[in-house]
């Protein structure tokens, strides 16, 4: 099956810096790459997804990017802010077969510092 | 926000006790899930149903026992839980399974 490996599991960084998280993954079939966000307290929340025949998707301040040589994927995020501050969750699957639904990674705390 | 609703939001029981959680769905997916959600493990899948159907039990043990009665509807019965069943129980749909999940809200389960 597939295997996600999420890091870093903690990720502090200034307002105003850029955040990356990266992820990678075990099977090269897999062709969807959706990354959710939870705040404390909260359900976990699609922010952007990315499927296998692009290799860069953007909205507003988010961008995530997949190299399906290497079998990794990262989320970006530009010029932070304090709402920023969640754990965000990568998954990875092949969309449109099989039976065993999302692989998520372990998630990583973004802390974004004042 | 309300697509995907779960009761009760908090449960606090002893292990002897037998309660069942809810979790229901208003997106006309067809495929629901059981997560459990601890600091040990972010998100662990339990089950996930397709068309009512049952298609992965991720070795879970037998005093969590899932129930969809519909495509609308999953139910997560719980009886002699351990004080380290206590995390919280996320259910989540999609359109068909592999699709992108919408979360419920969560159900903060206590085991004492």
């Known amino acids: 099956g597939e295997n996600v490996e999420q890091h870093p599991s903690t990720l502090s960084v200034q307002e105003g810096d850029s955040a990356v998280i990266k992820c990678t993954y075990s099977?090269?079939?897999?062709?969807?790459f959706p990354w959710y966000k939870q705040e404390l307290g909260k359900r976990p929340q699609l922010i952007i997804d990315?499927?296998?025949?692009?290799g860069e998707k953007k909205d507003q301040r988010i961008a995530v990017t997949l190299n399906k040589t290497a079998k990794h994927f990262s989320l970006h995020i530009t010029e932070t802010q304090p709402e920023d501050s969640a754990v965000y969750f990568c998954a990875a699957t092949i969309s449109g077969g099989g039976a065993d639904g999302l692989t998520f990674g372990k998630g990583t705390h973004l802390i974004i510092q004042p | 926000e309300t697509g995907v609703t779960q009761t009760p939001r908090h449960l606090v029981m002893g292990m002897t006790n037998k309660k069942s959680l809810k979790c229901e769905q208003h997106l006309g997916h067809n495929a629901m899930y059981w997560y459990k959600q601890s600091a040990k493990k972010p998100l662990e899948l339990m089950f996930v149903y397709s068309l009512e159907e049952r298609v992965e039990n991720n070795s879970v043990p037998s005093r969590f026992s899932p129930e969809c009665p519909n495509s609308s509807h999953l139910f997560l019965h719980l009886h002699t839980l351990q004080p380290e069943d206590s995390a919280l129980y996320l259910c989540a749909s999609s359109h068909n399974v592999r699709d992108t999940q919408y979360f419920g809200p969560g159900t903060r389960l206590t085991v004492l």
């Open positions: 990315i499927r296998s025949n692009v």
């Open positions: 099977d090269s079939a897999s062709n969807y």
